[in-house]
C-alpha cells in the first residue's frame, strides 16, 4: 500500500488530469449559423446594472456575438467586445450595424488579452467559464483596467449549477464560488455579491432554472 503522501499527491495530480483532458467548446462551430444561439436580447443581470451608469468606455470580456455590447451601446457607451471565436465576433458586428451602432472587436484568448490599465469605465464578463488560475489571473487584470469609480459586471454558473446537468461546464473548477470571485476582486467594493437560482430564459420558463453567481464591484475612488 502507498504511503498516505503518495496517495494524496497521485489524487490531485489525477484530478488536474481530468480537468485537462475536459474539451474546450467550439465557439466558431457553435456560433456559425445565421441563428444567434443566445439570441439577440441582453441579459438581464447586465440590464439591471446598468441602469444606474453613466455612459464611457466600456469592455465585454467573451462577448460572443454581441448582445450585451450592442445594449451598452445602445445606452451611449463607446463597447470594445473581446472574444475567442472570430464568427461569434462578426455576427456581433452584423448586429451592431443592423442597429445602427458602433461596436469595436477583438479578436483575442482572454488568457493572452493585455487590458490596458486605468482604461474602463465598465468591464462586463458574462458566463465565461475559464480554469480557475486563468479566471484569477484575468481578474486582477480587470481591477487594474478599471478607472477609479469603474465597475465590474459579471455573471456565471455557480457550484449549484451541477445539480442541473444539462447546463454549464464539465468542470467544477470553472464555476464561479462567490467566495473565491470576492478573493480575486480584492480591492474592489463590492456593491451586489450574491448567489441566486433564476429561470434561464424569462420568456421562455419551460427551459428551467439555473443557478448563478452575480456581482457587481466598484473600484475605489
Known amino acids: 500500500m502507498l ?29 456559425n449559423t445565421d441563428e444567434y444561439i443566445f439570441g439577440t436580447r441582453p441579459n438581464r443581470f447586465l440590464v439591471e446594472c446598468a441602469s444606474g451608469l453613466t455612459p464611457g468606455k466600456a469592455l465585454s470580456l467573451g462577448e460572443g456575438e454581441g448582445r450585451n455590447a450592442i445594449y ?15 464568427i461569434g465576433l462578426k455576427k ?12 469595436t472587436t477583438i479578436h483575442a484568448d482572454l488568457n493572452d488579452y493585455a487590458i490596458i490599465p486605468n482604461q474602463w469605465d465598465v468591464i ?6 475559464i480554469l480557475p488560475e486563468h479566471r484569477a489571473a484575468l481578474h486582477r487584470k480587470v ?14 454558473f455557480s457550484p449549484e449549477q451541477m445539480k442541473y446537468a444539462k447546463r454549464g ?19 474592489l467594493e463590492f456593491t451586489i455579491a450574491r448567489q441566486v437560482e433564476r429561470l434561464l430564459d424569462d420568456t421562455e420558463p419551460e427551459q428551467g432554472v439555473c443557478a ?9 475612488v
Open 3 to 31: 504511503p498516505v503522501w503518495q496517495m494524496v499527491v497521485f489524487t490531485v495530480w489525477d484530478s488536474v488530469l481530468w480537468f485537462n483532458k475536459i474539451p474546450m467548446p467550439d465557439w466558431d462551430a457553435k456560433y
Open 72 to 86: 451598452l451601446a445602445g445606452l451611449g457607451f463607446e463597447v470594445t467586445a473581446v472574444d475567442l471565436s472570430a
Open 92 to 103: 456581433a458586428q452584423r448586429l451592431a450595424k443592423h442597429n445602427a451602432l458602433t461596436l
Open 124 to 129: 462586463i464578463c458574462f458566463f465565461v467559464h
Open 143 to 156: 481591477a487594474a483596467g478599471l478607472r477609479p469609480g469603474g465597475v465590474y459586471i459579471l455573471e456565471g
Open 169 to 187: 461546464p464539465d468542470n467544477p473548477g470553472q464555476l464561479y464560488d462567490l467566495q473565491a470571485i470576492r478573493h480575486e476582486l480584492d480591492g
Open 212 to 220: 448563478v453567481t452575480q456581482v457587481m464591484a466598484v473600484k475605489p
